[in-house]
């Protein structure tokens, strides 16, 4: 079914679940569907002798398929709306005046128009395009009474016809008038409430910055190294923290994070304090807020591991990798320091913490190698995706 809507209906060419995938889906499988219908009855006529009625038909049915065929490259939805819109316009004034093997079936076209004008125009162009067709409407009566010609129908039903008519698109005007204000309203509230998260996350980051500058001037008066680094260590996860809702407020998006952007601005950030030089090679990810806060905890941790501990000397590497695999993510984070004996229990802080923040990942595994540096690998499913 995605492949019919992406594909065939051209969904493809317009942003997820956005109005204007719907429309173009809609305006596609409008086409596809009348075109076939139009083509049934084309054949019926053809068979009955209804030549004049097939003529028109098969025009429509070309127009419908051109119009299929140059969208979205060259005509953009109002144009092919506008297409159709004509091409029905004309071909219910002809089936009311032109006899074929199945007049009935202009009425149900006749009840779909102000439902397809609606939806597609939205209510000020509906308008004007429901009234003009009722005039055009109102003229087929008026001759068939005046110059007592007998079209499909007795004027006196064509006038019951073009009554409904009017009466359906009042009915659709007041429904998708209510439709509107509606979304309008929501939209409203929508763009307040961004305003609001985007300060309260602005905020956020300035509290969490006043915390670890307080952190910050209490370690510069502590001598002892252990409780010193104990003080940066919090700093460090502080800033990773921080870092995430100035991504979320800086790229306007307040529910995911730019995970390739978060990354490597903690790697930047941690850069400052070591002389080991640490790459990364991170896909352009987009991730929800709590999965892209965790594995920037994991990364703020690994890191920081790998500079206390991992090297003797005054050069090392930290490699991060980051990326996407199918539905699967992986994270990698290796240096090429003296590593470590796995099989031993360790009491340290930054593994516990790598190892319960990974186990909140959807799916997720994690590998700890100690053999020629440490290496850690941790695979995760994105959530959508289960």
Do not use: C
Not at 16 to 40: C, D, H
Not at 160 to 184: H, N, P
Not at 303 to 326: C, L, P, R, W
């Amino acid at each position: 079914m995605n492949f019919f809507e992406a594909e065939v209906l051209k969904g493809k060419y317009f942003i997820p679940k956005s109005r204007e995938r719907l429309r173009a889906t809609m305006v596609n499988l409008f086409i596809l569907v009348g075109a076939f219908i139009m083509l049934l009855y084309a054949y019926e006529n053809l068979i009955q002798g209804y030549y004049v009625m097939l003529l028109i038909e098969l025009i429509i049915v070309f127009i419908l398929m051109v119009s299929y065929l140059v969208f979205p490259h060259y005509v953009n939805i109002n144009h092919t709306s506008y297409i159709i819109l004509g091409a029905l316009t004309f071909l219910l004034s002809m089936s009311l005046i032109v006899p074929d093997q199945d007049p009935e079936l202009s009425l149900f076209w006749l009840a779909s128009l102000p439902i397809f004008v609606f939806f597609f125009l939205g209510v000020e162009k509906g308008i004007r395009w429901s009234t003009n067709m009722f005039f055009i409407l109102l003229f087929i009566p008026l001759i068939s009474y005046v110059s007592g010609v007998t079209f499909v129908y007795e004027w006196e039903l064509l006038s019951q016809i073009v009554l409904g008519y009017l009466v359906v698109s009042y009915m659709l005007y007041i429904i998708e008038s209510e439709r509107s204000s509606y979304e309008e309203r929501l939209n409203v509230a929508l763009e307040e409430n961004k305003i609001l998260l985007k300060e309260v996350h602005h905020r956020t980051k300035n509290n969490m910055q006043v915390v670890m500058s307080l952190l910050e001037a209490q370690s510069f008066k502590i001598d002892d190294p252990k409780y010193k680094k104990m003080f940066e260590a919090h700093v460090d996860r502080l800033k990773a923290m921080s870092l995430i809702h100035k991504n979320l407020y800086s790229n306007h998006s307040y529910e995911e994070v730019d995970i390739q952007e978060y990354l490597e601005e903690i790697a930047q950030n941690l850069q400052t304090y070591t002389e080991y030089t640490i790459n990364t090679d991170i896909d352009p990810v987009v991730l929800d807020m709590k999965t892209a806060m965790n594995l920037g905890l994991i990364f703020n941790e690994a890191v920081t591991n790998s500079i206390e501990h991992a090297f003797d000397g005054e050069s090392g590497t930290i490699d991060i990798s980051f990326k996407e695999q199918g539905e699967r993510y992986s994270l990698y984070i290796k240096d090429n320091g003296k590593g470590f004996d796995t099989s031993k229990t360790y009491k340290s802080l930054g593994l516990t913490l790598i190892k319960d923040l990974s186990a909140t990942l959807v799916d997720s595994t994690i590998h700890i190698e100690g053999d020629e540096g440490v290496t850690i690998k941790i695979f995760f499913t994105k959530e959508e995706n289960l």
